[in-house]
């Protein structure tokens, strides 16, 4: 009996599996603003620097959110 995949025509690989999943859930959640220490957690690493490390080219860049936080402190939003 051939699989789901099989059958739509998707051969069966770790970028097709569970793997991916996990990939789509981290991307989903760091781009959401999710932080490294808890998306490590989630994903049951022992150590957030792993996570960081496999995931860090997910994460959107912190320039425009760093810019908006010292704007916001010094008053310069206004």
Do not use: C
């Not at 059958?7 to 770790?14: N, V």
């Not at 781009?31 to 996570?51: C, M, Q, R, V, W």
Request: aromatic letters at 6%; zero cysteines; charged letters at 25%.
């Amino acid at each position: 009996m051939a699989s789901r995949l099989g059958l739509a025509g998707i051969e069966r690989s770790r970028a097709t599996g569970v793997h991916a999943l996990r990939h789509f859930y981290a991307s989903a959640l760091l781009d959401a603003g999710e932080n490294i220490k808890s998306l490590s957690s989630y994903l049951g690493h022992h150590d957030p620097g792993f996570t960081l490390r496999v995931y860090t080219h997910l994460m959107p860049s912190s320039e425009d959110r760093a810019r908006r936080a010292i704007d916001s402190v010094l008053g310069g939003d206004e």
